[in-house]
């Protein structure tokens, strides 16, 4: 999806497309602009939590939000579709975007995407509960050294 593109070796090229089709066409919705990759080579994509592959069989749906998908073949159908404000109700979630995959291909999904991720930061900061707790800051200083790491390592590759 458009911010996992993190970096490439070789042959490897990026465009990006928007789909087209009318029930795709939402302004302000998340999912509209894509990144496709081509070419051979070696490509790096950043997701964050947990990132899970599924296989999809022909015909086979899975139904998730959109900012939860990482990356997925040319081959998967994707609908998106709004939640209205009673669905959300009904079912929780502050996903306002569902996307409908179906097979065949590969999809990759997130657990948490960043704009989740840097939404639970906030409120935890603001929080007064979590002021006090050093380990929250640990964590936070953990995962922008990774993050840090994962970029100086993915320059180095560049390089060769």
Same mark, same amino acid.
């Given at each position: 999806m458009p911010d996992a593109f993190l970096c490439s !070796? /070789?042959?490897v090229k990026v465009s990006n497309t928007v789909d087209q089709r009318a029930r795709n066409v939402m302004p302000s919705v998340e999912g509209f602009l894509r990144q496709k990759l081509t070419g =051979?080579? @070696?490509a790096f994509i950043l997701a964050g939590g947990t990132v899970a592959q599924k296989v999809l069989e022909v015909g086979e749906v899975l139904a998730v939000d959109v900012s939860c998908i990482a990356a997925l073949n040319t081959t998967v159908n994707v609908q998106i579709k709004y939640n209205g404000p009673v669905r959300r109700a009904v079912f929780g979630g502050?996903? @306002?975007v569902t996307a409908t995959l179906t097979g065949p291909g590969i999809v990759f999904i997130q657990s948490l995407p960043f704009r989740r991720f840097s939404q639970r930061i906030a409120r935890a !900061?603001? /929080?007064p509960n979590m002021r006090d707790n050093p380990k929250f800051f640990v =964590?936070?200083?953990i995962f922008f050294f990774l993050a840090y790491v994962v970029i100086v390592s993915s320059l180095i590759l560049t390089d060769v």
């Open positions: !070796v /070789s042959d =051979q080579g @070696l502050d996903n @306002l !900061v603001t /929080s =964590q936070i200083a």
